[in-house]
Each structure stands twice: as C-alpha cells, then as structure tokens.
C-alpha cells in the first residue's frame, strides 16, 4: 500500500514535470485530423487534448475553456479501446466492441459521458446520417454536472471497418452549447475517414 | 544506521504516538438534544463547514428529489433517532454504492447503491441508527481532534527524519492512525445503532444479515482485489473486516425475540424503492463489476416480487458482460422477463436483438413487433422498423 502511494506521488511528480514542457496550441480553422477521422473547423478552436488525461484517440478541443464547451474528436475505436481511461482496474470504463447494435453504440456513448464525471445522462432525437458512404448515428445529449449544472450535448457515431468514429460536444445548456451549436454541426457534417 | 533498522524504530515510534493520541480523545457523552456548539470552538467550524455541505448537497445532480422516498427514509429515520428527530436530516443521493454517511451538524446522506441492497425496513433501521450514533456521541468532533493530534505527530516525526521515503512513510503511518481510530467509531456505532433500532422495534437479526449479504456480494466482484477487501490486512484497513461486525451483531441479537412485523416491514420497504429499482440497477451496471450486479438481483429476486425488472437487469448484465456463454444467459433471462407484466418495455428491442444473435429471426420479428406497440413514441423505434424490415426482406415473410 505504502508503495503504491509513493508511485501515485511520483507519477504526480512526473506528470507536474512533464506538463511544463506542454501548452494549449490553436488550431485553426480548416481541415484537421484526429487520426483517420477528418474534419473541417469553421472557427479557430484550441487543443486541449494534453490535459485531458485521455487516450491518444481522442482529441479534446475548446473554445472557451474544457467546462465551457468541449468537443471530442475520436479517431476510429478498436475492439476493447475507450473513450475514457480507467483510473483503476477495479473501475473499468465503457469499451467498444465491434457488432454492438446501434443501441449499444449510442450506449457506450452515453455511459462514457457518464465516466467523465457527469450525471443523469439521458439522449433524445436519435438519428441516421451519413459519413462519406458509411451509415451513423446523430443523438442529442443533456446531463448534469456533478453540481447541478445542466449540460446538453450531441454525438455522432459511425462504425467503419470494425472501428468506431466518434464525435462528442459537450456544453452547459445556457448561453454555450447554443453559442456553437452552428459550428459543431458543420464539423460534424465534414467528418470522413481518410483512407 | 542503516536504513532498516530506522524504518523499524520510525514505526515503532509512530505505534507509540498513534496510541498515545486515541488515548488523547476522550469518550463522548451523548450530545444534549438540541445542543448547537459556540461558532467559536472547533465543533463550531466543523458544523459551519457541514451546513456548507449541506447547502451545496441541495443542488447536486445527484439528489433523490422524489418526495415519498425521502419521506419513507427520513420517517424511518425519525423512529430510530427518536429524541433526535428533529435535529438529523436524511438526503438520498442517487449514486451506486452502499454509502450512509452523517456530518458533525445532522445532515445525513443515504446513497441509492445502500437502498438497493437494504432489503428490508429493519436493515435500513440499523444503517440509520447507526449514523444518528455518530451524530449524537460527537464521533466526527473525536475524529477531527484525533487527526489534528496525528497530524503533528507525525510532522513532527517527519521533520525529524528529515523528509524523503522515510518521511513519506511516517507520514502513511500517521494517516493510518486516523483510519484506526474510525474502526473504533465504527464499532462503537454499530452497537449504539443496533441498540437504537431494536429499540424502534425493528428485527435484532437484520443487521448481521444485511453484513452478510455485504460480505456474499464482495465475495462475487468480478475483481480480485475487491473479493480481498473483506479480509485484507494492511496499515490502510479503514474498517473492522466484516467477519468480525458480523459476529458482533450475532452476538447482540444472540437471545433477542424476533420483530413480529418482519414481513409486513420488508414489503413496506421494497413498496418504497420500486420506483427507483429500474434506474438504480442500471446505474448500478454501470459500475461494470457484473458479479456483484448479479448477486445482487438474485437477493432483491429471491422475494419473488419485480421479477421483470430484475430478470431484465439480470440479462442487461450478461449482454454487457459478454464472456462466453454470457449471450445465452442474456438471452434465457430477457425470456423469463418477457412473463412477467412488470417488465421495462425496453425488454421487447434487447429480446428482439438477442433472438437475432440467435439466429431466430420469428422470436426476433415477435418481440421487435411487441416493443413497437408498446413504445409508441420510442426515439429508437426506426432503427427497431428496419431490424424488422430486413427480417421480413430475408424471411420471404
């Protein structure tokens, strides 16, 4: 136990050292890559995946501030990869496996939404899109924040070759996810998988 | 000095100061009914800080807000805490893990996973007499000068040793000496919370059976080192381990008449949380330790009430489990759910995707056709058309 503390100080230790060699870069607007899933910014929005503890698939972009907006970019799931990295073994997060019906799609959606910290995550207005010539899904979010705050949301999903590509965006409901709602849209809209 | 046989001379010291500050703390009296401590003492902060707490739990996501739940448990609650009726306000908080916790000013919280797995009124008698006992012995006041006392102890000791590892494990050391006063508490307050539900007239059996069946379900955890909790030995250990509460509680009841209204208390009890079974078992699944989600619903089904709820969950376990096998067990329980007139309607489209799985495109075709009557206004219902529509493209149907 007495172990397992002093590595929990040193990885804090080494993460506080490694986090003064990153910063918040802008990305601008234009096409830009998480992986093999494309898109196209409207807008110039700010990376920040490097503080988001998050695996290498998922890109976390902002504008106003990770608790303001953010949208999750994910490049294309493998069986057993997530969204959100356990904390611990005995806390396994949602983890994608290919076949999952569409239900169980906007399933592990929701319930890593749930892993991040929010509360009461509920979806309305599921719906088909296309990406490219690949059939998806569009689902609107709410939830709470862990102090009451009302959060919607909107993901869209799409499953090409046995990966699943997810974008997320995530906004209070007041002011925020109105403010970008435009955008998030048009992003979603130009996703493509390279290749 | 090598650096052995200063760990062992550190540790011994730490031994000596953890003993020396338990015995700092005085025993409590029962606080007097109504009694609200001088701003200006410790007790005073702490209940300062607590009714902050307690403001800030009124707007969290995670408040119980439907009326009659929390009318039943604080009632419940008001039997047990006679005298102290008034003065402790019960909050249910809808997150999936047995948790009851009391602040130093009365504001109890009793979370949804501990509802789940009470099984009856008497059990919930118990858990609430047992945190009114810390509210009315002042355990958190006893706590936080314990902690106070250890924490410069153990600064102290650290400065001495002149910081690094050895530093760090005097400070561990510490920190575990105020996870051993708590075991005491914890004792002390099974006792007192024992005493003051069979005093309500609640079962003296019900609490060492709901350890129990605390124990049974650690033992079925999906994770090792979750089924080692219940016997695992370390400077950490925050709580006695549940063999020896058990036994105490056995002890108790040893010689005591049953409660004569067991039965009519248990109903009553499950009556109150149906509302919240459906939503607190999938909050439950989402903690993805599915054995003991199964062992779970196998005790709440042993009573034979809300089967189709609980045979739904049990094969929402399995469908999300998937290890080998786990596709049929899904599948035999969404069958048993579909008997039964309390099942969720989302029932219909899982049976209907499990038949397909099952290579039984009818089935399928049956229970997808049954979810479309029944969830008429469904957000999913086009992806349930075209699941139908490929059916009846590939059946010649």
Partial sequence: ?????????AAV????????????????????????????????????????????????????????????????????????KPARKEQPTPTWRPGMTPVEQVEFVTDSVSALGYQRVETDELRPIKMGASDGLRVNIAAKTAGG????GVAQLTEVGDRLYVIL???????????????VEAVMNSARVAG | MSRRPALRAAVSVILAASFATTALTPAFAQRAVGARPDIATDEGGLWAQSDKAETEARSKAELNTDPALTAYVRGVSCKVAAEYCGEVRVYVMDRPYFNAQMAPNGYMEVWSG????????????????????HFAHGHSLAAWRDMKARANVGMFLMVAAGGGALGNLLYLGAVSGMFAFSREQEEDADQLGFGLATKAGYDPAAPATLWRALKAETASSDFEKVRK????????????????RIAALDKLAAGLPPAPAAEAERVRYRAAIRPHLAAWLADDLRRRDYGQTLHLIDRLAADGEDLGVLEFYKGEAYRRRRLDGDQDKALAAYVAASARPDAPVALW?????????????????????????????????WIVEASLKKINGTSGT
């Fill in chain 1, 169 to 183: 965006y995530l906004a209070p409901a007041e002011h925020y996810f109105g403010a970008t709602q435009g955008e």
């Fill in chain 1, 13 to 84: 230790a080494a993460l506080l050292t490694l986090t003064a060699c990153v910063s918040i870069k802008a990305v601008p607007a234009g096409p830009y890559a998480s992986g093999g899933h494309q898109v196209t910014l409207g807008k110039t929005w700010a990376d920040f995946s490097p503080f988001s503890g998050a695996p290498k698939t998922v890109k976390l972009l902002t504008i106003d501030g990770p608790l303001l907006n953010r949208l999750y970019i994910i490049d294309g799931l493998k069986s057993g990869e997530f969204i959100v």
């Fill in chain 2, 349 to 381: 489209r899982e049976l209907g995707d499990m038949q397909m799985k099952a290579s039984a495109p009818d089935k399928a075709r049956a229970a997808y056709e049954t979810y479309l009557a029944k969830a008429v206004d469904a957000q999913d219902r």
């Fill in chain 2, 114 to 133: 501990l509802l789940l797995r009470v099984r009856s009124e008497s059990e919930l008698a118990f858990v609430l007499g047992h945190e009114t006992s």
């Fill in chain 1, 1 to 9: 136990m007495i172990a397992r503390h002093l590595r929990t100080l």
């Fill in chain 2, 229 to 244: 909790q219940d016997t695992r030995a370390s400077i950490f250990a925050t709580h006695p381990v549940t063999s020896d």
């Fill in chain 1, 149 to 152: 705050l009302d959060i919607a």
